[in-house]
C-alpha cells in the first residue's frame, strides 16, 4: 500500500502538500483551492474520474499508480508551449538516473514510453490569475497495475520494468522536486535549455505520421519540435508545424 505520511517533509518548505485516500482528480483538486503564491502538490492512491488528453479518462486502480499533480504559478509573461515536454524530461531523469531505467522515450507532447509501451502520462491545465499563470501539471505513473489491468493503449509499468517495485514515496518525491527544479529553468530560460535533451529522447523522431491539416489527411514524418515546441512534419507539402496531438497519428 502507498504510504504518504512523511511525503511534506521530502519536499521544499514553501509547497503545501495533500495526500487523499481516494479523489475524483488531482487536477480538479487543485484547482478548487484558494489561490495562493505558494505551489501546491496533491497525491492520492486512487482517482475515480482521472483525466487524460482530450477529455479522455485516465485509468488506474487503488495503490497501483503514482497519481499527482502540482500546482506552480508562472509569470503571465513566460511561454507555456512545450512545459509538458519538460516535466516528461524531468521524469525521464529520475528513472533513468535513480532507478536504472534505459529505453526511456518521450512522446510527444506529453507520455512517458519504455520501449513501444506508455509508462506515464502527463496533463498540464492552466488559468490566469492576478496577473499570474496558475498551471496544474497532473502526472501519472504506472507502478503495478496487476495482469488483468485492461487499457486500449500498449501499457507497462514499474513492476515489470524493475526487479523489485520502489517507494511510492520516495519516488514521488523525487519526481516533485526535480519537476519544481525543471520549471524553474523553465521559467529562467525556456525550452531552448532542453532542447538537446529532448532530442535525446524523441520517441516520434524519424516515424512516418499521418495528419489532419487543412482539411486533408497528409503522410509525412516527425522530424524534432521548433522552438514553441510544435511538432515539426516533413511532408510533400513541406514542414508543418503540429501544436495539438489529436491531429497526428503513427502509420
Known amino acids: ?48 474520474c482521472g483525466k487524460g488528453q482530450y477529455n479522455r479518462q485516465w485509468l488506474s486502480k487503488k495503490n497501483s499508480s503514482i497519481l499527482l499533480s502540482i500546482r506552480r504559478n508562472f509569470s503571465v509573461n513566460t511561454l507555456l508551449n512545450g512545459l509538458s515536454l519538460v516535466v516528461g524530461l ?3 531523469e529520475v528513472l533513468t538516473k535513480k532507478y536504472g531505467i534505459n529505453q526511456l522515450k518521450l512522446k510527444w507532447p506529453n507520455d512517458v514510453y519504455f520501449q513501444t509501451q506508455k509508462l506515464a502520462g502527463i496533463l498540464l ?16 505513473l504506472n507502478n503495478d497495475l496487476g495482469e488483468n489491468f485492461v487499457c ?30 525543471y520549471c ?3 521559467e529562467l530560460q525556456g525550452l531552448d535549455a532542453f532542447q538537446s535533451k529532448w532530442r535525446e529522447y524523441d ?13 486533408e489527411k497528409i503522410t509525412g ?7 514553441e515546441g510544435a511538432l515539426l512534419i516533413e511532408s510533400d507539402k ?14
Not at 491545465?125 to 501519472?140: D, H, R, W
Not at 516520434?204 to 499521418?210: D, Q, R, V
Request: net charge negative; proline share 4%.
Open 152 to 181: 486500449e493503449t500498449p501499457w507497462i509499468d514499474l513492476n515489470q520494468i524493475l526487479q523489485s517495485t520502489p517507494n511510492l514515496e520516495q519516488l514521488s518525491a523525487k519526481l516533485i522536486n526535480k519537476i519544481i527544479d
Open 203 to 215: 520517441y516520434l523522431s524519424g516515424k512516418p505520421l499521418e495528419l489532419s491539416y487543412q482539411d
Open 221 to 227: 514524418v516527425a522530424n524534432g519540435i521548433n522552438d
Open 238 to 251: 513541406g514542414v508543418i508545424e503540429a501544436y495539438s496531438s489529436e491531429q497526428i497519428h503513427l502509420i
Open 125 to 140: 491545465e492552466s488559468s490566469v490569475q492576478n496577473n499570474t499563470q496558475s498551471v496544474i501539471i497532473g502526472l501519472g
Open 1 to 48: 500500500m502507498a504510504g504518504y505520511s512523511t511525503l511534506a517533509k521530502l519536499l521544499p518548505d514553501n509547497v503545501e502538500c495533500f495526500v487523499l485516500d481516494s479523489t475524483p482528480s488531482t487536477n480538479d483538486y487543485l484547482a478548487d483551492q484558494p489561490f495562493s503564491n505558494n505551489t501546491k502538490v496533491c497525491i492520492a492512491r486512487e482517482q475515480t
Open 184 to 186: 524553474g529553468v523553465f
Open 90 to 92: 524531468a521524469v525521464i
